[in-house]
């Protein structure tokens, strides 16, 4: 007779969350193939929050400029802002990675954009709705605001009149939506 397969529920326990589950074949056999730029990655990942994660666009090493030493951990983030940010903690990131496993003699943050995001950012702005024209005030509308501001100097009469009549073309534009 076949054995039923047990469980987290059988055992009592909560269900695994899918990245727990990746993160623990990723720590076992499969993570011991990985190269080093994968390693350094893996890494990065593991020792930041939510926050670096979002914002890192790639993550790679590079050879380091003076013999024997450690090779340079380069982070391209989404974030000119981000990017000075984290430099400045630059020796947390450090000392965070080292716990993870990973020595690096330096940490390099650098702006790549991922283009996917530019794509969605560029797309939004092309397709803003383009300005309904307002509507035309009748000449008994242009009539009435001139009356009402018949009293007032002449160099304000003018702009008075404009601010008005722009304002009944909003006016009457909203009352059309709505109806």
């Known amino acids: 007779m076949a054995q039923r397969r047990r469980t987290s529920a059988d055992r009592g326990g909560d269900a695994v969350r899918a990245g727990d589950a990746v993160g623990a074949l990723l720590q076992g056999r499969l993570g011991k193939g990985l190269s080093a730029a994968s390693a350094a990655a893996k890494a990065w990942y593991a020792a930041n929050g939510d926050r670096e994660r979002k914002h890192t666009t790639g993550v790679w090493l590079r050879k380091s400029g003076r013999t024997g030493c450690d090779p340079v951990l ?24 080292a716990y993870h496993g990973l020595a690096v003699s330096d940490i390099r943050f650098t702006v790549r954009r991922d283009p996917a995001t530019e794509r969605r950012r560029s797309g939004a702005l092309k397709q803003s709705p383009r300005p309904t024209p307002l509507p035309e005030l009748t000449a008994a509308e242009v009539e009435r605001v001139e009356r009402a501001c018949e009293d007032l100097p002449d160099g304000l009469r003018q702009s008075a009149c404009r601010a008005m009549c722009a ?13």
């Open 167 to 179: 304002s009944l073309r909003r006016n009457k534009a909203r009352s059309t939506y709505k109806s």
């Open 74 to 97: 380069v982070v391209a983030l989404d974030s000119n802002l981000l990017a000075m940010e984290l430099g400045t903690n630059k020796d947390l990131y450090l000392a965070r990675l």
